[in-house]
């Protein structure tokens, strides 16, 4: 029976991966850390409310079997990109780096597909850099998932990701972009977790999590 520790909970994926954890019998507590209370409630789940510019104060509440991060913002929702670094790059891997310190064993991340520490693209740059970052953390098993367009329901409006979505799936109709194609949200989740109870550490591309069942 496992304990499940989860940033990033309160987005689209981890928002059902929460919930899928909540109902899996192998998962006895699930800790989510937030900003501010989401408003579900569960037996299994606590709430922890932090500061993720403080990280020393709530580092010892990162114990449990596995990480799970998904947390991430937009430059939209960011403004700059300093901020969306801290967000998608500085948080995730300072809660990854205290899990380790805390002998967390398992770490789950969502990257995103074609990421290097190489790109020129700012996103793509940032995302490949906190792969290789979190790959030299001493986790005895890393899972690392690199999914194409995300779909599912988002609690916020992102209308150009709507339409990219669309033409995504038109491209695919036509097998264009088939790298590319969309994987919903439950899908994903059920992946990181089926990924969690491997005794091998793996990068997951979007052929590879599609097969995960």
Do not use: C
């Not at 969502?110 to 290097?116: K, L, N, T």
């Not at 709507?162 to 491209?171: D, E, M, S």
């Not at 977790?193 to 995960?212: C, K, N, P």
């Amino acid at each position: 029976m496992k304990k499940a520790l989860i940033i990033g909970s309160t987005g689209m994926i981890g928002a059902e991966l929460t919930r899928q954890l909540l109902e899996d019998n192998n998962y006895t507590e699930v800790v989510s850390f937030v900003r501010r209370a989401s408003g579900v409630k569960h037996p299994k789940l606590t709430e922890q409310i932090v500061d993720f510019d403080k990280p020393e104060s709530w580092k010892e509440l990162l114990k449990g079997d596995v990480l799970f991060s998904a947390m991430g913002t937009t430059i939209a929702n960011a403004k700059t990109k300093d901020n969306q670094y801290k967000v998608d790059f500085t948080y995730q891997y300072q809660t990854a780096q205290m899990a380790s310190d805390n002998g967390v064993t398992a770490y789950v991340l969502v990257s995103a597909a074609g990421v290097s520490p190489r790109a020129l693209a700012f996103y793509m740059n940032m995302k490949g850099g906190l792969d290789e970052a979190v790959k030299r953390l001493p986790f005895k098993y890393i899972h690392i998932f690199r999914p194409g367009q995300l779909d599912g329901d988002r609690k916020e409006n992102r209308t150009g990701e709507r339409i990219a979505l669309k033409l995504v799936y038109f491209f695919n109709k036509l097998g264009i972009a088939r790298k590319y194609r969309p994987i919903h949200a439950t899908q994903l989740a059920k992946a990181m977790i089926i990924a969690a109870g491997y005794t091998a550490s793996g990068v997951y591309t979007l052929d590879e999590i599609f097969r995960l069942k």
